[in-house]
């Protein structure tokens, strides 16, 4: 009844997996596409773009006509004057009236036009801005992308190495009974299988840990199971670094958010330089009064021209002039320290790349010797010359050869992919 049973079970469990649709295929440029469609990152860092390209609108708008319209009603006891609060009393008279008041900024010297200058270019600062959001999504998708691939072909090489070990551990049984080995071997293979298990549930977990990272690169709230294709072709990195740094300058984002910054600093501390200037404005109203007292006219008209010429307010002009000027030159070192970054991050992620690239020739010859050691050792505890140690370490040896071959491979994909990045060529 338990055989039935067991049989029965495992026939269901396959044809529930039958039934299951088979995982979606997902290529590096379509996890990509996905990360920047779905990632929260880049619609918060558009929203800040769009925000601030508003900004230089609004300061513009100080430089427009303002035209408005007013509503006056008032009823007062007769003869009232405000006399509290002032220096002056005005009459107030009854009346109801209509009017428009328009109101013209006529010179200030340039400094509305370098505020909105300045204003433009933090917008544009903040554009580059999200393209280097781009980028760090995209090289957090490809890395991501790369450690999957790497887990799975480590966990591969654990369900082979566990297959290998099985197969010995069989075959040791067999000579255990037949009192052509001893139960020492027997004990040697049986933990030769059970480390190869335990390096399957290790291996596994990692899988499992890399596709939560990826889902989460990708902006996917929940998790999907993709079946991830390897298109990547392990070619060296042939670039001259001199030209590289000066690429990665001339490309990088960052820097050219950086070099904005600088500009906007430098157009509002020419903007800060006018704030002595006087400021000349135009305003005129007019207005009609269906109701009022007899001692007024029913409509008046009046026009004139406003000149503030700031003499003194407690030298608040001299400083906002002085901390416009350390702020710009605090952008202009900004913007050379961060140059003197990104000579240094291509530097050492081509030097990363080009070892990487190195070590997947050593592993495949880690590997070809390590198997050609194991075909050795297998032959001589066949023939009765070696232990069952020098056999388990030998499987141990080709076991880190082929793990180390596998990730040496996704190792250097991700690193070229660091490059790029560096680069600024995710954009």
């Not at 619609?43 to 508003?54: K, T």
């Not at 291996?203 to 993709?226: C, F, I, K, T």
């Not at 704030?275 to 009046?302: E, F, K």
């Not at 021209?305 to 307010?313: A, D, H, L, S």
Request: hydrophobic share 45%; net charge neutral; aromatic share 4%.
């Amino acid at each position: 009844m338990r055989i039935r049973f067991a049989i029965v079970a495992v026939v269901f469990v396959s044809a529930m997996r039958a039934q299951l649709p088979a995982p979606e295929k997902l290529t590096l440029q379509q996890a990509e596409a996905l990360a920047l469609n779905n990632h929260p990152r880049i619609s918060a860092a558009r929203n800040r773009a769009d925000a601030a390209a508003q900004i230089p609108i609004e300061i513009r708008a100080d430089a427009l006509p303002t035209l408005s319209a007013n509503f006056t009603a008032a009823a007062a006891l007769d003869r009232s004057r405000v006399a509290a609060g002032g220096l002056n009393n005005p009459i107030i008279y009854d009346r109801v009236a209509v009017g428009t008041t328009l109101s013209q900024v006529l010179a200030d010297f340039g400094r509305n036009r370098d505020l909105v200058s300045s204003a433009r270019s933090r917008a544009d600062a903040l554009k580059q801005l999200t393209e280097a959001t781009r980028g760090d999504i995209v090289v957090q998708v490809d890395r991501s992308f790369y450690t999957v691939l790497r887990a799975r072909a480590r966990l591969s090489v654990a369900e082979k190495t566990l297959t290998a070990r099985q197969l010995v551990n069989d075959r040791v049984s067999v000579l255990v009974k037949n009192s052509l080995r001893s139960t020492l071997d027997l004990s040697f293979a049986a933990v030769n299988v059970a480390e190869a298990k335990l390096l399957i549930e290790v291996e596994r977990n990692d899988v499992q840990a890399a596709q939560a990272v990826l889902q989460a690169a990708m902006g996917l709230p929940n998790q999907s199971e993709y079946e991830l294709v390897d298109e990547g072709t392990v070619a060296p990195v042939a670039e001259d670094l001199v030209t590289m740094m000066q690429q990665a300058i001339a490309q990088r984002p960052e820097l050219a958010t950086l070099r904005l910054d600088s500009t906007a600093a430098a157009q509002f501390a020419k903007a800060e330089s006018h704030l002595g200037m006087p400021i000349i404005s135009g305003v005129g109203t007019m207005g009609v009064m269906p109701t009022h007292d007899t001692t007024i006219r029913g409509n008046y008209a009046a026009a004139g021209v406003i000149v503030n010429v700031p003499v003194f307010n407690g030298h608040a002009y001299a400083a906002r002039k002085a901390e416009a000027g350390l702020q710009l030159r605090a952008a202009e070192n900004r913007l050379k320290d961060a140059e003197l970054q990104v000579a240094r991050d291509v530097r050492l992620s081509y030097l990363n790349a080009l070892s990487a690239f190195q070590r997947v020739g050593l592993t495949a010859q880690l590997q070809e010797q390590a198997l050609l050691a194991l075909d050795l050792a297998q032959a001589r505890y066949d023939l009765g010359l070696s232990t069952i140690v020098e056999l388990s370490q030998a499987h141990l040896t080709v076991t880190n050869a082929e793990l180390a071959g596998a990730s040496a491979r996704y190792e250097y994909l991700g690193r070229r992919a660091e490059l790029r990045y560096q680069l600024g060529a995710n954009r």
